[in-house]
C-alpha cells in the first residue's frame, strides 16, 4: 500500500502528557498538511509543509504543539501537556506540489485524554 | 476568508434513487473545490474535484458535482445510489489566487444512508 500511514491509530494517554504522532505521506509528494478532527465536524486545518520548510500555521496550533518534517520526508506532530480539548483524530494528509492537486488523506491517529 | 457550508447534517435516500448532497461556499476569486468521503475510523478519500472547465466534473464510483458560479454551490449527485454508498461526505474549498492559502476548508459533513 502507498497510501499516506500514520502511526499510532490509537493513543490514550493521561492529562498532562506528551504525545507525538508520526506521519509518512505517500513518496512523490512534497507538500504535507496536519488537520485535526472532532466528531461531528469537518477537519480543521492547522500546519501545512513544502519540503522540510513549515509554511502555513493556524491559530489553533497553540505553543504546546509543534509539527517537524526534518528531511521532507516524514513529519512528527508533537502535543505537549496534554488537555482534555486535545481529544480528536489527527489527519495527515500529503498532495503534489501544484495547487490544484487533491490531498490524500491517512487513517488518522485516535487521541483520547483520560 | 474562506468557508464552506453543507446544509443538510443528514440524507436519507432509497437504493437506486438519485442522490444530491448539498454544499455551497464562499472564498475570494475562483475556487478549487472537492468532495470527499469519509468511513467510519477511516481517513477522507477524494472522490472528485472541480479545477476550471465544465461544470460538471465526473469522479470516482459514479459520483459527480455540478459547479454553478452563481450559486456559488457544488453539489454532488449520482443518479442510482447503492446501500454502500452510506458514508460522511465533506465538501472542501480552497482559493485558487496565488498567494492564497493552501490548505482546504471543509464543511462539517453530510451523513447519507442509502435504505435498502
Known amino acids: 500500500d502507498t497510501g499516506v500511514s500514520q502511526d499510532p491509530r490509537h493513543k490514550i494517554t493521561k492529562r498532562g502528557q506528551n504525545v507525538t504522532f508520526r506521519c509518512d505521506p505517500i513518496s512523490e509528494h512534497n507538500r504535507l498538511y496536519w488537520y485535526r478532527q472532532t466528531l461531528g465536524q469537518g477537519p480543521e486545518f492547522l500546519t501545512y509543509?513544502?519540503?522540510?520548510?513549515?509554511?502555513?500555521k493556524s491559530r489553533l496550533l497553540s505553543d504546546r504543539f509543534s509539527a517537524e518534517r526534518p528531511k521532507g520526508s516524514f513529519s512528527t506532530l508533537e502535543i505537549q501537556r496534554t488537555e482534555q480539548g486535545d481529544s480528536a483524530m489527527y489527519l495527515c494528509?500529503?498532495?503534489?506540489?501544484?495547487?490544484?492537486?487533491?490531498?490524500?488523506f491517512g487513517d488518522g491517529t485516535r487521541l483520547s485524554i483520560l | 476568508a474562506q468557508s464552506v457550508a453543507q446544509p443538510e447534517d443528514q440524507v436519507n435516500v432509497a437504493e437506486g434513487n438519485p442522490l444530491t448532497v448539498k454544499c455551497t461556499y464562499s472564498v475570494s476569486g475562483n475556487p478549487y473545490l472537492f468532495w470527499y468521503v469519509q468511513y467510519p475510523n477511516r481517513g477522507l478519500q477524494f472522490l472528485l474535484k472541480y479545477i476550471t472547465g465544465d461544470n460538471l466534473v465526473k469522479g470516482s464510483y459514479g459520483f459527480e458535482a455540478e459547479f454553478n458560479k452563481s450559486q456559488t454551490s457544488f453539489h454532488l449527485k449520482k443518479p442510482s445510489a447503492l446501500v454502500s454508498d452510506s458514508a460522511l461526505y465533506f465538501c472542501?474549498?480552497?482559493?485558487?489566487?496565488?498567494?492564497?492559502?493552501?490548505?482546504?476548508?471543509f464543511g462539517s459533513g453530510t451523513q447519507l444512508t442509502v435504505l435498502p
Open positions: 509543509f513544502q519540503n522540510e520548510a513549515q509554511l502555513e
Open positions: 494528509a500529503s498532495s503534489l506540489g501544484t495547487s490544484n492537486q487533491p490531498q490524500h
Open positions: 472542501a474549498v480552497r482559493a485558487s489566487l496565488i498567494g492564497s492559502a493552501r490548505q482546504l476548508t
